[in-house]
């Protein structure tokens, strides 16, 4: 019973150590709040300390930040950790660093992946500018907004004036109610009783082909979600 305290006291004390060396400007009284509200369990405790972190704004703020940051710490370096894993038997301080490294591998996962989405919402509004100052903005014939031409799907009349252009989102949410009602074929969301589909390999990757506008950038027109339920109903019929 003694044995169980101790280590269980070792597991917050090393816990504790760990996240006060990973947000340095955070406060041990909200360190220590986060910590009791998640049970002291390492992994999700260091996530919302790293949420609070990330979103901290000044005008409502979830914690103080200390004047002058903590020093930073060598002790739980990537290659310090590595190290510690290959020389020590003590199995709680095994426990605690592979949960460290566990997390560390989300973290880098998620900022990699709000980085990616940040810099495809730059390239996207600069692809808007680029669009509007050269012309290429279209209407799309299902909700009326305006898209840039890299970013439409067209039917597949064989008179190139009477294509109708569509923006994705329209595009894949007609697929979508036509892969939910069992069918794999798309065609044409015109009101003018266009009876022109989309084809096979238009459906995956589009190019761009109207009056003088060539080579345009190709743009993903279904998920791989609703081309799997495509090809599952062509299939079955």
């Known amino acids: ?14 816990r504790r150590k760990i996240v006060q060396t990973e947000f340095l400007d955070v406060p041990m009284a909200y360190i220590d709040e986060v910590l009791n ?3 002291y369990r390492l992994f999700t405790a260091y996530l919302a300390l790293e949420k609070a972190q ?4 000044p005008r409502q703020p979830a914690y103080s930040k200390l004047k002058s940051a903590r020093k ?9 950790i590595e190290e510690l894993l290959r020389i020590t038997d003590d199995e709680a301080k095994k426990e605690v660093l592979r949960e460290l490294q566990a ?5 880098q996962k998620d900022d990699a992946e709000r980085q990616a989405k940040h810099s495809a919402a730059l390239d996207e509004e600069e692809n808007i500018q680029r669009a509007v100052a050269e012309g290429t903005m279209f209407e799309c014939g299902c909700c009326c907004d305006d898209f840039p031409l890299n970013r439409m799907v067209h039917c597949d009349n064989e008179k190139p004036e009477e294509m109708h252009w569509f923006c994705r989102g329209c595009a894949l949410k007609s697929a979508e109610e036509e892969a939910g009602s069992g069918k794999y074929a ?13 084809s096979r390999d238009q459906r995956y990757f589009i190019s761009y082909r109207f009056t003088n506008f060539t080579n345009i950038n190709r743009a993903i027109f279904l998920t791989e979600n609703i ?3 495509l090809d599952g109903n062509e299939q079955e019929t």
């Open 1 to 14: 019973s003694s044995s169980f305290v101790w280590w269980g006291r070792l597991l917050i004390f090393s």
């Open 37 to 39: 509200q998640e049970g």
């Open 54 to 57: 990330r979103t901290y704004d």
């Open 72 to 80: 930073v710490s060598n002790e739980f370096k990537d290659a310090k």
């Open 103 to 107: 997390v560390r591998r989300t973290r």
């Open 186 to 198: 798309l065609f044409c969301m015109s009101m003018d009783k266009c009876t022109a589909g989309f």
């Open 227 to 229: 081309i799997k339920v």
